[in-house]
């Protein structure tokens, strides 16, 4: 048996400066280990599985003798009992990292769920504002919450200041919300039914936004203004001038038409084919040109180095602003998305063409599932002679409202 190491006080391990490991007696194999750098620590040594092993048992003098002793009674009486301390404590330290990486906050949810589909939107300003809407409304008060714990109560905390107020963005942060929640519980964060769903919970809690909302048209000239206002417009110079004067001729939408390429047109088929990246539906759009619109084209300028084709003058596309600035201009009050309005009503209003070509001239998304079966084409050519009668009523309106005929329409 092995000399027993002499008992120190707290006062002589305290005077223990010098490096090396310096045994300090009361319990078998405690040391001190003294390293070069002047820090000090407990170590145990013990045999495990006839090895010797190190087991630390804390900084000095945070861990003061004393505790260090009782530490190390204690660690020999688990070996004695053939409990290996070190893997205990592995596994202690694995559990509670495996605990911590299940434990997610909402914040930290939102931003995982913004990146693993942010590069699937249709832009970055899509993506902005998905992280602004949950950053203004959201995090206030749910950012630090694990996703695990938030309930009904966290999310109508966020949605209840602003559902009858600013009712449209109340709606997308609930759906945004849902998602965010959706996320977390497949990937193991949470369980249970979600809080921010809508069918079967809010709306039980929550009045319905059709209900609440206020429905905002888009300011928009009147049909029978259109002649005029398309007669001034061509008499604006400017590459926004004739954007505007595409985007009414086309019915197309601002964005669409700011972003249109060269590539995008095919002058022999008078088309022009808008990629479904582009679109608000998501699906490629083919847009009949006429003579009117093929006339705006033939008139652009052309700018080195840019395949746009309503270019800015420095390059680049133009802002979504400058089509406004052409209106304001002219001190008419509407707004380019107005001009889409004004093609409906004149379908609507003034011709007998039939609803689902004017629904497909503008893009829109059918509600019916049934009659969006049924009208798998873009009934490219049937829309053609509709374009056409738009472009010689915006340059020579009907006279007294007359209907325009279905001539060429099959």
Same mark, same amino acid.
């Given at each position: 048996?092995?000399?027993k190491?002499?008992?120190?006080s707290?006062?002589?391990?305290?005077?223990?400066k010098?490096?090396?490991?310096?045994?300090?007696?009361g319990?078998d194999?405690?040391?001190l280990?003294?390293?070069?750098?002047?820090?000090?620590?407990w170590?145990?040594?013990?045999?495990?599985?006839g090895?010797?092993?190190?087991?630390?048992?804390?900084g000095?003098?945070?861990?003061t003798?004393?505790?260090?002793r009782?530490?190390a009674r204690?660690r020999?009486a688990?070996?004695?009992?053939?409990?290996?301390?070190?893997?205990?404590?592995?596994?202690?330290?694995?559990s509670?990292?495996?605990?911590?990486?299940s434990?997610k906050?909402?914040?930290?949810?939102?931003?995982?769920?913004i990146?693993a589909?942010?590069?699937s939107?249709?832009?970055?300003k899509?993506?902005?504002?998905?992280?602004?809407?949950?950053?203004?409304?959201?995090y206030?008060?749910?950012?630090?919450?694990?996703v695990?714990d938030i309930?009904?109560?966290?999310?109508?905390?966020?949605?209840?200041?602003?559902?009858?107020t600013?009712?449209?963005?109340?709606?997308?942060?609930?759906?945004?919300?849902? /998602? &965010? #929640? @959706?996320?977390?519980?497949v990937?193991g964060y949470? *369980?249970?039914?979600?809080? =921010?769903?809508?069918? !079967?919970? %809010?709306?039980?809690?929550?009045?319905?936004?059709?209900?609440?909302?206020?429905?905002k048209h888009h300011?928009?000239i009147?049909?029978d203004?259109i002649?005029?206002?398309?007669?001034?417009?061509?008499?604006?110079?400017?590459?926004?001038?004739?954007?505007?004067?595409?985007?009414?001729?086309?019915?197309?939408?601002?964005?669409?038409?700011?972003?249109?390429?060269?590539?995008?047109?095919?002058?022999?088929?008078?088309?022009?084919?808008?990629p479904?990246?582009?679109?608000?539906?998501?699906?490629e759009?083919?847009?009949?040109?006429t003579?009117?619109?093929? /006339? &705006? #084209? @033939?008139?652009?300028?052309s700018?080195?180095?840019? *395949?746009l084709?309503f270019? =800015?003058?420095?390059g !680049?596309? %133009?802002?979504?602003?400058?089509?406004?600035?052409?209106?304001?201009?002219?001190e008419?009050?509407?707004?380019?998305?107005?001009?889409r309005?004004?093609?409906?009503?004149?379908?609507?209003?003034?011709?007998?063409?039939?609803?689902?070509?004017?629904?497909?001239?503008?893009?829109?998304?059918l509600?019916?599932?049934?009659?969006?079966?049924?009208?798998?084409g873009?009934?490219?050519?049937?829309?053609?002679?509709?374009?056409?009668?738009?472009?010689?009523?915006?340059?020579?309106?009907a006279?007294?409202?007359?209907?325009v005929?279905?001539?060429?329409?099959a």
């Amino acid at each position: 048996m092995g000399r027993k190491a002499k008992k120190l006080s707290a006062l002589e391990v305290g005077r223990l400066k010098t490096p090396g490991m310096w045994a300090v007696g009361g319990v078998d194999g405690l040391y001190l280990n003294v390293k070069p750098t002047g820090a000090r620590a407990w170590i145990l040594r013990a045999m495990m599985a006839g090895k010797r092993r190190d087991h630390g048992l804390g900084g000095f003098p945070d861990v003061t003798l004393a505790m260090a002793r009782q530490k190390a009674r204690e660690r020999r009486a688990d070996i004695e009992q053939g409990q290996d301390p070190i893997a205990v404590r592995r596994q202690a330290l694995s559990s509670a990292r495996a605990q911590q990486a299940s434990q997610k906050t909402f914040q930290d949810a939102a931003e995982a769920y913004i990146k693993a589909h942010g590069e699937s939107w249709k832009n970055a300003k899509h993506r902005d504002q998905w992280a602004s809407t949950l950053e203004t409304y959201a995090y206030p008060s749910m950012s630090r919450l694990l996703v695990r714990d938030i309930g009904q109560e966290h999310v109508l905390q966020a949605l209840e200041p602003i559902w009858k107020t600013k009712t449209e963005t109340a709606t997308r942060l609930r759906g945004r919300i849902e /998602a &965010v #929640l @959706d996320w977390a519980r497949v990937r193991g964060y949470r *369980d249970g039914e979600n809080p =921010a769903r809508w069918r !079967g919970h %809010l709306d039980k809690l929550l009045p319905a936004p059709t209900k609440i909302q206020k429905v905002k048209h888009h300011r928009a000239i009147p049909a029978d203004g259109i002649a005029a206002f398309m007669a001034e417009l061509r008499q604006r110079e400017g590459v926004a001038a004739r954007a505007l004067e595409f985007v009414t001729l086309t019915a197309a939408r601002s964005g669409e038409v700011r972003g249109a390429t060269w590539a995008e047109i095919d002058r022999k088929a008078k088309v022009w084919t808008v990629p479904a990246d582009r679109m608000k539906a998501g699906r490629e759009h083919c847009v009949p040109l006429t003579d009117a619109a093929l /006339a &705006v #084209l @033939d008139g652009l300028p052309s700018v080195p180095g840019s *395949d746009l084709v309503f270019a =800015a003058p420095r390059g !680049g596309p %133009l802002s979504d602003m400058s089509l406004t600035a052409v209106m304001r201009r002219m001190e008419v009050d509407v707004v380019p998305h107005g001009m889409r309005s004004t093609f409906r009503d004149w379908c609507s209003e003034r011709t007998n063409f039939p609803r689902d070509l004017a629904e497909a001239a503008l893009a829109h998304t059918l509600e019916s599932k049934v009659e969006a079966a049924y009208r798998r084409g873009d009934a490219l050519e049937k829309r053609r002679p509709m374009m056409e009668a738009w472009a010689a009523f915006c340059a020579h309106p009907a006279k007294g409202g007359a209907v325009v005929p279905l001539a060429g329409v099959a």
